[in-house]
C-alpha cells in the first residue's frame, strides 16, 4: 500500500532523518531486536529531541547524530532483551533519560520512574515524556536519597551513574525485597565489585555488543544476599 506515500516529499530535512533511521534499523537487526515502525519513529523523535535540547542544556557530550544513535539509543536498547522480565523499574542518575526512555518507549508495559537531581535534566525528561506521550514514565526531581516512593522497585537501574558501591548505598532503600540492582558498565568493573559489602553479591554479568560502538559494554546484576 499506502505506507510509503509522502515520505519521499518529506519538508524537514527527510534525508537527514532516513540517514538516522536506516542506522537505527540496521542497529536494531544487529541486536537481533524487533521493533515497529511506530517504536523506531519515537525512538528516532526522542534522538531528535535530545540533539535539540543539548545544544542549550548540555545534556550529553555527543553533538553528532551518528554517535546519538550509537551511544547513546542503541546502547540503551542493548538491554532489552536482558530486561523482559523487569516490570516496574526506578532509573537513578537519569540525565537525558538513558536507558530509562528507551525502555519506556519500547516497553509501554514496563513503569519507569527517572530519578535526576539536575533541575535542568529533569525539565527535558519531563519535556520528553509529554512530547513521546509516555504515559508509563514518571520523572522525579531530587537527590536520590530523598525519594520516597509509596512502593519500592523490583528493579533499580543506572548507567554511569556513581561507583557500584555509591549505587547500591544511595538506592537500597528504593529495592524490594527479592529485587535487583542492574548496572550499565564499561570495562568489567572488578574493584568496584570487590568494594561491595558483604550484603550484597553480584548474581549475573552480561557482556553486551553494541553495533558501532568498540568499547566494552556489561550488564550488572547485584541482588541482597
Not at 542506522?23 to 529531541?49: F, K, N, P, S, V
Not at 547524530?65 to 526506578?90: F, G, K, N, W
Request: hydrophobic share 45%; glycine share 8%; charged share 20%.
Amino acid at each position: 500500500g499506502h505506507a510509503g506515500q509522502g515520505s519521499a516529499s518529506s519538508p524537514c530535512g527527510g534525508g537527514a532523518m532516513s540517514a538516522a533511521a536506516h542506522r537505527l534499523a540496521a542497529g536494531l537487526t544487529q541486536l537481533g531486536l524487533a521493533l515497529d515502525e511506530q517504536t523506531q519513529q519515537r525512538l528516532l523523535a526522542y534522538g531528535a529531541l535530545l540533539m535539540k535540547w543539548n545544544k542549550v542544556y548540555n545534556l550529553t557530550a555527543i553533538r553528532d547524530e551518528a554517535s546519538m544513535i550509537d551511544l547513546h539509543l542503541l546502547d540503551s536498547l542493548a538491554i532489552l532483551p536482558h530486561v523482559a522480565h523487569v516490570t516496574r523499574v526506578a532509573d537513578i542518575g537519569s540525565g537525558g533519560g538513558l536507558p530509562g526512555i528507551p525502555l519506556a518507549i519500547c516497553r509501554p508495559d514496563c513503569a519507569v520512574a527517572l530519578v535526576e537531581t539536575v533541575g535542568k535534566k529533569a525539565s527535558f525528561l519531563l519535556q520528553a515524556k509529554a512530547e513521546l506521550g509516555l504515559a508509563n514514565l514518571s520523572v522525579h526531581n531530587l537527590r536520590v536519597e530523598h525519594f520516597k516512593p509509596l512502593e519500592p522497585f523490583p528493579a533499580v537501574s543506572s548507567r554511569a551513574f556513581a561507583s557500584l558501591l555509591d549505587f547500591v548505598r544511595w538506592t537500597d532503600h528504593l529495592l524490594a525485597p527479592g529485587g535487583e540492582w542492574i548496572a550499565m558498565k564499561g570495562v568489567y568493573p572488578q574493584d568496584e565489585l570487590a568494594a561491595l559489602p558483604a550484603s550484597v553479591r553480584l548474581r549475573e554479568s552480561r557482556r553486551l555488543q553494541v553495533p558501532g560502538v568498540e568499547a566494552e559494554r556489561h550488564l550488572l546484576f547485584i541482588t541482597r544476599n
